[in-house]
């Protein structure tokens, strides 16, 4: 259980980055 626990860590901490060079990315095309 600790393992999944330690996954979904992970898979949060990526889509956050994720999302924050998607969002600089977009601010710099405007």
Excluded: P, R
């Amino acid at each position: 259980m600790k393992y999944v626990m330690l996954l979904l860590q992970v898979g949060v901490l990526y889509v956050f980055s994720l999302v924050g060079t998607w969002m600089e990315y977009s601010i710099y095309q405007c």
